[in-house]
Nanobody
């Protein structure tokens, strides 16, 4: 599966952004899609994931309560609504898809939160 992430940008502390990830290629009901992020000088960090039906979600501790992941199955797109953004949220955000043992990554989209 190919992933195209978009929606990053510059936002002030406390603001909101919505990231989207469009998937193309073969998909299945066992797919799990999600987001990771990597800040400068830090390791890649899990942000959120959602299963194919959209009924199961999981969040990283640092974003729980502020970020919401959702899935549009008709459009084969995953969204990440980010609210109450903090400077620590500044990072390149990567879309991720897991299909069984296969894992795919998008190209990343930069989110910069300024104080």
């Amino acid at each position: 599966v190919q992933l195209q992430a978009y929606g990053g940008g510059l936002v002030q502390t406390g603001g909101s952004l919505r990231l989207s990830c469009a998937a193309s290629g073969r998909t299945s009901s066992s797919d799990v899609m999600g987001w990771f992020r990597q800040a400068p000088g830090k390791e890649r960090e899990f942000v959120a994931r959602i299963n194919w039906s959209g009924m199961q979600t999981d969040y990283g501790y640092s974003v729980k309560g502020r970020f919401t992941i959702s899935r549009d199955r008709a459009e084969n797109t995953v969204h990440l609504q980010m609210n109450n953004l903090k400077s620590d949220d500044t990072a390149v955000y990567y879309c991720n898809a897991k299909q069984g043992l296969t894992e795919s990554w998008g190209q990343g989209t930069l989110v910069t939160v300024s104080s």
